[in-house]
């Protein structure tokens, strides 16, 4: 004890021993020190979490958390509780554990159940064990549709019976969670086909498939055959119709606002009836034959000729039975006809309704400009009772998948892991230019302090011989040169009457003062002499 508190004391000691710009080297290099290690040991051991699972349910996120915590690994839970994350080196390790301990997460049990199957088996439990492979291979084949989810199968198949003339059809319904929340009527009806084949005796007709808000995707024969073919064609030129609109809009936008400032939709009610029209139009008629026949007296026939008929219709005059006069005449005319047909292409707009929100504020006069612009692009017809809706808003946030972002993140990953090694080398390099600084402040105030003695030991050498001569001590003429320039130190106060002593016999005897002698030598050195009152300004 005596000896570490000896050596506690020495070490004390020189500590207060040395000066103020050495103790605060001596701090700056310690925290400098600390702080490496502190960055490094924090860069080194902090966890960098990856994506194990995301869209778990409840169940599964219970099990995988369990199984983490039975093995100490560090994990953390995101998205209310779905989404697991660990540490990213760790993910893919983990995973295939899960896998070979047949623990994965949204799983379904195909045929390798039989695998597990022994000799006590029965025909019952291969019949079940059968309907749950069937089951689950369907489930994987249906999950592997783009736009599903998940999938849940089930299948009802009755028991054959040989004392039973009539035989139940086998059925199924199918539950499916999609991830637009859209699924085309051709997938939907490949999940139909590919039920129904897998199965055997079940018709396409027994399948069903809803969706998970209860909506029933499979439709009867009438409804298919309404919305295909021709519908389908006319579905597809209304989006088109629509789309290439919104692109128009879009393109007035995007200079002003931004593209992703603002959204568009436009929808347009569009008449596919195809529309014939026929129109007859009569000019005046024209006279296209005539006959005339006359007989008899001619009164009779001037008469005859000068009468007039109706159109298209013989008039025939006779006379009593004595005369043998008589008169026919007949006209045909033609009638000038126009028949226009009219054919309305499918597809005429009834109406059309424009909806535009934009990430800014946007006042009234704003709106109207706006809408204007908007009306003359797309060919807005007031007749036709078109609209168009512009309102301002603030967007929010589009929240980042976390899967997608795990995965279009490993470029940034790999430049955090060099962006780690920057920041130490960072560090490293400030600390080095510090003490650098500080090494350079030391030699430069050893160069100040080396030059200030040389000066002051010139000076005190050239006082000395005036002082020996007038009986003076190497204090006194130290003093006197430091007197000459007005700066006198509180050791040397007490030589001063002796130093003006001499400087009176030097009056008296005609011979020049320490005084004189030492501005006589600042005038000719004033190099030195300018050297040496720095020295002493720097020292105040």
Same mark, same amino acid.
Request: charged share 25%.
């Given at each position: ?114 695998? !597990? ?145 603002? +959204? ?18 009569? !000019? ?179 006082? +000395? ?50 005084? +004189? ?24």
């Amino acid at each position: 004890m005596d000896k570490v508190k000896e050596w506690t004391e020495q070490l004390k000691d020189r500590w207060q021993m040395q000066s103020s710009l050495k103790k605060m080297i001596v701090v700056l290099s310690v925290i400098s020190v600390l702080g490496i290690t502190a960055a490094v040991y924090y860069l080194n051991t902090r966890i960098e979490y990856g994506i194990l699972f995301t869209d778990l349910s409840d169940a599964d996120a219970g099990t995988i958390s369990k199984d983490l915590e039975e093995q100490q690994i560090a994990y953390k839970l995101a998205d209310n509780g779905t989404t697991i994350l660990i540490d990213k080196d760790q993910v893919d390790e983990y995973r295939i554990n899960l896998a070979v301990d047949n623990k994965l997460p949204n799983t379904s049990t195909g045929f390798e159940l039989f695998d !597990d199957a022994n000799m006590m088996t029965t025909d019952e439990d291969r019949k079940i064990m059968y309907q749950r492979a069937v089951t689950g291979e369907l489930q994987r084949a249906i999950e592997s549709i783009n736009a599903v989810k998940s999938a849940k199968v089930l299948l009802v198949m009755p028991e054959e019976s040989v004392f039973s003339s009539e035989e139940s059809a086998p059925t199924a319904s199918i539950v499916l969670t999609l991830k637009n929340q859209q699924i085309s009527d051709e997938s939907v009806q490949g999940i139909v086909t590919l039920t129904s084949g897998a199965v055997e005796k079940l018709k396409p007709e027994n399948v069903k498939v809803v969706d998970s808000a209860g909506n029933t995707l499979t439709r009867t024969e009438d409804e298919a055959s309404q919305l295909s073919g021709l519908n389908n064609k006319y579905i597809a030129i209304k989006d088109s119709y629509e789309k290439t609109l919104e692109e128009k809009v879009a393109k007035l936008l995007t200079p002003i606002y931004g593209a992703d400032k603002f +959204q568009v939709s436009i929808n347009l009610d569009l008449n596919f009836d195809s529309i014939e029209r026929k129109k007859v139009t009569y !000019d005046d008629p024209e006279i296209k034959s005539e006959t005339v026949q006359a007989a008899g007296s001619q009164g009779t026939v001037q008469e005859a000729q000068t009468g007039t008929v109706d159109d298209n219709v013989s008039n025939v005059t006779g006379t009593d039975g004595e005369g043998n006069n008589s008169y026919s005449r007949s006209v045909e005319n033609e009638l000038d006809t126009e028949t226009t047909t009219t054919i309305t292409a499918p597809g005429m707009i009834e109406r059309m309704t424009s909806s535009i929100v934009i990430n800014a504020n946007l006042s009234q006069a704003d709106q109207a400009e706006l809408q204007q612009l908007i009306a003359s692009a797309v060919g807005y017809d007031n007749d036709r009772g078109d609209q168009i809706a512009i309102q301002g808003f603030d967007f929010a946030q589009a929240e980042v998948d976390p899967a997608a972002d795990s995965q279009g993140n490993e470029p940034i990953a790999a430049a955090k892991g060099y962006l780690k090694y920057a920041i130490i080398g960072g560090i490293v390099l400030t600390l080095f230019l510090v003490i650098l600084m500080i090494v350079g402040v030391i030699r430069r105030r050893r160069k100040e302090d080396e030059l200030e003695v040389d000066v002051t030991e010139e000076m005190v050498t050239f006082a +000395q011989p005036s002082a020996v001569s007038t009986g003076a001590s190497p204090t006194v003429a130290q003093e006197v040169v430091f007197g000459g320039v007005g700066n006198r130190s509180a050791e040397t106060k007490p030589a001063v009457p002796e130093a003006s002593t001499q400087e009176a016999a030097a009056e008296h005897s005609g011979e020049p003062t320490l005084d +004189q002698t030492a501005r006589n030598y600042a005038e000719s050195n004033p190099e030195v002499a300018a050297e040496l009152i720095k020295a002493w300004m720097k020292e105040k």
